[in-house]
């Protein structure tokens, strides 16, 4: 059976744009058919050697083909560009033991006045849809299966499976539970913030234990996603060094266009670098402090980003199997500006994605401690942010 790397290739706007994806998977027949049978195939009914699969969020489909072939792809007219299905790793992440006492130590919440401002205005993330898109989660994880309303999962290779109600076991490949971690910070009841949003998870680092990914599945949980019709999504990918990276942008791009908000963390490196997609323009990256308000030493920057810093160090959350540790890391980061996302759109369900991020960040206020490039506009505030919003789309 022939083995063949598998290629992105995004067809030319003005030819397929507003083509159903009956026609769009017609045109890519029709160009790999032009450019001539795949070399080494010892097995013409192998499926994988003929796979075309549609990608309608970034106007794309995915193949299957030799290097010959798709030389000859990036020479035909109406192929706008051809690229391989790059691989994005999951991100670095700590988990520690639990030490005595720590089961009650909330620090993250404390800080940021969390209770307080649940209790003096009543938000807990009621109706908003949050995405995730991570490793997965553990689904019967008593803080968190009560908030999880639907689940995909993509394989290499194969379409979002949807399951709503009879979840599968082991739905996070990864035996670190990178993102039912997540997970908790956003909705667990005793660690978590917006306590009564709805949760929408797609697994999409699952490649292997290393939890890898590819363009292609990051676009496919990305639509489904967009099909639940969530309002944020958490996203926690390391595509390597930030700097000239452009891969996902024009799928960011589509996902801004569709008022949805993009909140990830920059990248658990050296403060002067930042990992893509962290770094893209579409994206609302979010550094890690820990609790003496200091920049993590592994919290990356750099022109003007992140957007904000949130906690991201000893941070109690859910764990796979229904219990509890500390975790660190800029991933952990992301999801405390999510949740706050979360309950502002449920104050002000009516306002865009984008005028509710740009007052989480000028409501954020600088740490003495770091330099500005580093920290962006600084720490997040749950009250000012509220505030900001209310002035911001005061009517009259």
Known sequence: MGVFPQYAFLLSFNTVRNSGITEFVNFAAEVLAEAGPQ??????????????????????????????????LRQHPTVEMVHEDFVYPAPHFEQLETQAGEDSDLWNLELLKVSKFRQDYGLTGANVKIGILDTGIDPTHPALSPRLKGFALVEEGKGPATVTKAFEPALEPLVYGHGTSVAGVLVSAEHGIAIEADLYVVSVLNRNRNGETTWSMVNEGLQW????????????????????????????????????????????????????????????????????????????????????????????????????????????????????????????PEIEAEVILEAIRGASSPLATAEPKHQGSGLISFEKSLQVLKERTQVG
């Open 225 to 348: 996603l967009i099909s639940q019709q969530v309002d944020v999504i958490n996203l926690s990918l390391g595509g390597g060094d930030g700097e000239g990276r452009t891969d996902l942008d024009e799928t960011f791009r589509a996902c801004d266009e569709r008022g949805i908000a993009l909140i990830a963390a920059i990248g658990n490196v050296p403060q002067g670098r930042s990992l893509y997609p962290g770094k893209s323009p579409f994206i609302f990256s979010v550094g890690a402090i820990n609790r003496a308000l200091a920049l993590r030493k592994r919290s990356g920057s750099g022109d003007n980003l992140p957007a904000v810093v949130a906690p991201g160090e000893q941070i109690l959350t859910t764990v796979p199997g229904g219990g509890t540790k500390i975790c660190n890391g800029t991933s952990i980061a992301a999801p405390h500006v999510t949740a706050l996302f979360a309950l502002l759109k449920q104050a002000k």
């Open 39 to 72: 070399t080494d195939v010892e097995d013409e009914s192998d499926p994988q050697a003929q796979k075309i699969e549609p990608l309608w969020l970034v106007n794309a489909v995915v193949v299957w083909g030799d290097n010959v072939q798709h030389e000859q």
